[in-house]
């Protein structure tokens, strides 16, 4: 069982986002994107959680699929459903500014210039 999203984003545009899904003992959960032209750009299997950070290479609708996927031998049943909850930020929404700050060992000022620097592009 699946279920995709899509989103239409600009060419060399950053996006970013967090998902968990809630426990399942005999299932695993794969998460694919892919670009307009169908390449896979991100690819994660067996997880109950990830994060990514991508940078689009062209513009168009990018898929965001999770699959739901049972151990082998376990037998499908329909109360062996899981919630999967997802954010998907853009732009400078895209980027962890408290983690810039400290990698790059920035100032309260200097990260409120990053962000508007960020939001203009």
Avoid at 38 to 66: P, Q, R
Wanted: glycine share 8%.
């Amino acid at each position: 069982d699946y279920k995709c999203f899509h989103e239409e984003l600009p060419h060399d545009y950053e996006f970013s986002g967090k998902w968990s899904a809630t426990s399942g003992y005999t299932q695993f959960i794969d998460v694919r994107i892919t670009n307009p032209q169908g390449t896979v750009i991100h690819e994660l299997k067996g997880k109950d959680g990830g994060d990514y950070a991508l940078t689009t290479t062209s513009a168009g609708d990018h898929t965001i699929c999770f699959y739901n996927r049972m151990i082998q031998g376990s037998v499908y049943s329909p109360t062996l459903s899981r919630d999967i909850t997802f954010d998907l930020f853009e732009g400078a929404k895209s980027h962890d500014y408290e983690q810039i700050a400290k990698v790059e060992h920035l100032k309260p000022i200097e990260v409120n210039l990053r962000m508007m620097e960020d939001t203009v592009r």
